[in-house]
């Protein structure tokens, strides 16, 4: 599976930015899809998740209420809604996927496809 994350950007505070991620290559919908992001010298830590089906989601209890992740099978996408954007959101956001079940507890060597990050800046 090949993921390309785009839609990062530089925001204000409380504004509001959505990150996409086109999958390509093996059967997209046989994966869970998640969200994980990392600021420099710390670890790379989980945003949130969806399964497959899109049935079920998890979140990290410093995003939840602000940001929805979904996604379209029918266009191979995932999708980060991100709302009331905080200064400490500032990170580099990485799209996984891993044909297991991701949570909120899976660390991130255990993801089996990564794709490069986008960069989310938010200014206060």
């Known amino acids: 599976v090949q993921l390309q994350a785009s839609g990062g950007g530089l925001v204000q505070a409380g504004g509001s930015l959505r990150l996409s991620c086109a999958a390509s290559g093996r059967t997209f919908i046989s994966y869970d899809m998640g969200w994980f992001r990392q600021v420099p010298g710390k670890e790379r830590e989980f945003v949130a998740a969806?399964?497959?089906?899109?049935?079920?989601?998890v979140y990290a209890d410093s995003v939840k209420g602000r940001f929805t992740i979904s996604r379209d099978n029918a266009k191979n996408t995932v999708y980060l809604q991100m709302n009331s954007l905080k200064p400490e959101d500032t990170a580099v956001y990485y799209c996984?996927?891993?044909?297991?079940?991701?949570?909120?507890?899976?660390?991130?060597?255990?993801?089996?496809?990564w794709g490069k990050g986008t960069q989310v800046t938010v200014s206060s």
């Open positions: 996984a996927a891993d044909g297991g079940v991701i949570t909120a507890g899976t660390v991130p060597s255990a993801i089996q496809y």
């Open positions: 969806i399964s497959w089906s899109g049935g079920s989601t």
